[in-house]
């Protein structure tokens, strides 16, 4: 039996946590099939170095609940739990999740940052709730740093495409600061048996007027590891002339090294991939162990979202392909020739 401790927004939470001169973390936990998202795991890494006491917060179904808070209390640097179930948060859209959070963090609220991945429905809700409460918010972080000693919270976060690292400090003036994570920057948070997390309950705020439904979810499978947080990622460009093409030549190399599949905007828009594997600006931003780029000339859109790799390999038959600027091992060859000789060799 779960043990649970229901609790009045505005009367208690004062009681319960930090005071508001030190970090008091609210994370937005996001989950799936009643598994944790690994970026959400990587924001929970972002809001540790905060310094402070970190919550989580689950919302979902009533039997998903369960299971995710039951996962989530175990969580290495979690002090606490919020959840809140709720038929309406089965789907979690926008204009039901904000007025939850905006409750939970009106006036009295203890909470000084609240986090999530930068993902697509934390991209639609914390801003939203920000700007309900008439404060900013910074998303795509990649470093933050607190000083305690002004109250006040440092970020940095890439733009122009990449080519540039933007640093934002937000002052105590500023009495609770949003921002979204990159989860190719922090470590995901791990889990641990010793850990317990105290859990506590959240009545949900009912919404009867929301001028949006959800009407249905189509998710692409795969059995190969998620694009987002593979290890090794093989990514295809234009050069692969159609999508039988680039099924046939990536697949087989992407199944022996265990890897993802990516493609570039082009390969995408020219209908050679589902846009669920594209890599870029626009796309998925990845930082696997091995990133293979086939015939992937390297436009700026593409390079940010994958320059952080690890170890990129990159094989163009142009050795002028800006790709060769980031590659680590550059091959000016034609990947129709390398790909089945690497092919064979890697089966030996």
Do not use: C, W
């Not at 989580?56 to 009533?62: A, Q, R």
């Not at 038929?87 to 609240?114: A, D, M, N, R």
């Not at 990159?182 to 948070?189: H, I, K, V, Y």
């Not at 859990?199 to 590891?225: C, F, G, Y």
Request: glycine share 6%; no cysteine; proline share 6%.
């Amino acid at each position: 039996m779960l043990r649970t401790q229901a609790f009045s927004f505005r009367r208690t939470l004062l009681r319960t946590y930090a005071t508001a001169s030190s970090p008091n973390a609210l994370v937005f936990l996001e989950h799936r099939q009643g598994v944790i998202d690994s970026g959400s795991l990587s924001a929970l890494t972002a809001a540790g170095q905060l310094g402070g006491q970190v919550t989580g917060l689950v919302l979902g179904g009533s039997d998903e609940v369960k299971v995710i808070i039951e996962t989530a209390k175990k969580l290495q640097g979690l002090s606490s739990v919020l959840h809140s179930s709720s038929p309406q948060y089965t789907i979690p859209l926008p204009e039901t999740v904000s007025p939850l959070l905006e409750k939970l963090l009106s006036e009295g609220s203890p909470f000084t940052h609240v986090i999530s991945a930068h993902s697509s429905l934390a991209k639609s809700i914390l801003p939203r709730v920000a700007a309900k409460l008439d404060v900013p918010a910074v998303s795509d972080i990649t470093s933050v740093e607190h000083d305690a000693s002004s109250n006040s919270t440092t970020f940095t976060r890439p733009i122009y495409a990449g080519n540039a690292i933007s640093t934002v400090r937000a002052p105590s003036s500023i009495p609770i600061k949003f921002f979204t994570v990159r989860s190719t920057a922090f470590s995901p948070a791990e889990f641990s048996e010793g850990a317990e997390a105290e859990l506590k309950t959240l009545d949900p705020v009912q919404v009867s007027d929301s001028p949006s439904e959800h009407v249905s979810t189509s998710l692409t499978k795969s059995d190969r590891p998620e694009l987002g947080v593979a290890s090794r990622i093989v990514s295809g460009g234009r050069a692969l002339k159609n999508a039988e093409t680039f099924q046939s030549t990536l697949y087989p190399l992407a199944d022996i090294l265990g890897a993802a599949v990516g493609a570039s905007r082009a390969a995408v828009d020219a209908g050679y991939a589902d846009n669920s594997l594209q890599v870029g600006q626009t796309g998925k931003v990845v930082a696997p162990e091995l990133y293979m780029a086939l015939g992937i000339s390297g436009a700026i859109q593409h390079l940010a979202g994958m320059k952080d790799s690890k170890l990129i390999v990159a094989v163009n038959k142009d050795p002028d392909a800006p790709i060769f600027q980031v590659a680590d091992v550059g091959l000016v060859a034609d990947l129709y020739e390398v790909v089945p000789e690497l092919i064979e060799k890697l089966k030996r």
